[in-house]
């Protein structure tokens, strides 16, 4: 049996209608996962379920704001009674960066991004991982960023937002080894979705970022799900409190 075989595991992927996270649900979906696909959107979430299983996958969608406990709890109790557990979380829901100089940030943005980029994993791990916790096992996922590990500029709250995440997916995986939980993230860099259509095809910005980036390109969505299986996988047993840099060497100067 392949070590990235998910058969028989049971997945949710949180901001998982579009983009980045829609590519790793229909990932985990293909290496044999049923996926749950999470987020306040309901129609990407549809299309992504209805890809899946028109493509012989296992999905459904439960709707639900990570930034809001209540909802954290919901979905632990629904993801009990449905499918009697969790295997894999994957902590994708995010908010991009508000472009901004400090003086031009306000408290509002500052709660927005901090509240669904970072306080959203810490109401899923919580809540999500208990039903590890019961099952003696799993793996959680954390997506971060570039932004976590470097600084870019006009982008406080999503960089410090960011930086929580790699630092929670750390101190996560001490506390929880015990329980045979692993903790791991992936920073991404620049990858091409409709999310950031705007800024790839920008005059002057793009070219700025591809200086920066030894491969010369942008990622593709469907070259960034790779690292999310890997990690889901027992293919990466022995990987806990790790940060998978998937930025086509920016971080590498």
Same mark, same amino acid.
């Given at each position: 049996?392949?070590?990235?075989?998910?058969?028989?595991?049971?997945?949710?992927?949180?901001?998982?209608?579009? /983009? &980045?996270?829609?590519?790793?649900?229909?990932?985990?979906?293909?290496?044999?996962?049923?996926?749950?696909?999470?987020?306040?959107?309901?129609?990407?979430?549809?299309?992504?379920?209805?890809?899946? #299983? =028109?493509?012989?996958?296992?999905?459904?969608?439960?709707?639900?704001?990570?930034?809001?406990? #209540?909802?954290?709890?919901?979905?632990?109790?629904?993801? #009990?009674? =449905?499918?009697?557990?969790?295997?894999?979380?994957?902590?994708?829901?995010?908010?991009?960066?508000?472009?901004?100089?400090?003086?031009?940030?306000?408290?509002?943005?500052?709660?927005?991004? !901090?509240?669904?980029?970072?306080?959203?994993?810490?109401?899923?791990?919580?809540?999500?991982?208990?039903?590890? &916790?019961?099952?003696?096992? $799993?793996?959680?996922?954390?997506?971060?960023?570039?932004?976590?590990?470097?600084?870019?500029?006009? =982008?406080?709250?999503?960089?410090?937002?960011?930086?929580?995440?790699? =630092?929670? #997916?750390?101190?996560?995986?001490?506390?929880?080894?015990?329980?045979?939980?692993?903790?791991?993230? !992936?920073?991404?860099?620049?990858?091409?979705?409709?999310?950031?259509?705007?800024?790839?095809?920008?005059?002057?910005?793009?070219?700025?970022?591809?200086?920066?980036?030894?491969? /010369?390109?942008? $990622?593709?969505?469907?070259?960034?799900?790779?690292?999310?299986?890997?990690?889901?996988?027992?293919?990466?047993?022995?990987?806990? /409190?790790?940060?998978?840099?998937?930025?086509?060497?920016?971080?590498?100067?």
């Amino acid at each position: 049996m392949s070590g990235f075989d998910l058969t028989g595991k049971v997945a949710m992927v949180t901001g998982g209608g579009r /983009g &980045i996270g829609r590519a790793i649900s229909e990932a985990l979906a293909t290496h044999g996962a049923t996926v749950v696909v999470c987020g306040r959107n309901t129609a990407p979430m549809q299309e992504t379920v209805d890809a899946i #299983t =028109q493509s012989g996958g296992r999905a459904a969608l439960m709707p639900a704001d990570v930034s809001d406990e #209540t909802d954290a709890v919901r979905l632990r109790d629904l993801m #009990t009674a =449905q499918y009697g557990g969790l295997d894999i979380l994957v902590n994708n829901a995010g908010i991009d960066p508000h472009y901004a100089s400090m003086e031009e940030t306000d408290r509002s943005d500052w709660d927005r991004i !901090i509240g669904v980029n970072l306080t959203g994993v810490f109401n899923c791990c919580r809540h999500l991982g208990a039903l590890m &916790i019961a099952r003696k096992g $799993g793996s959680i996922i954390n997506i971060s960023s570039i932004a976590g590990r470097i600084g870019l500029k006009r =982008q406080v709250p999503y960089g410090a937002s960011k930086g929580g995440v790699e =630092q929670l #997916t750390k101190s996560l995986a001490h506390d929880w080894a015990e329980h045979g939980i692993r903790v791991n993230a !992936i920073a991404y860099g620049f990858v091409e979705t409709d999310l950031t259509a705007g800024m790839v095809a920008h005059p002057h910005i793009a070219p700025r970022l591809l200086a920066r980036i030894p491969m /010369g390109r942008f $990622g593709r969505v469907d070259e960034v799900h790779g690292a999310a299986v890997f990690l889901a996988s027992s293919a990466s047993s022995y990987v806990t /409190g790790h940060s998978l840099l998937v930025d086509g060497g920016w971080t590498a100067a």
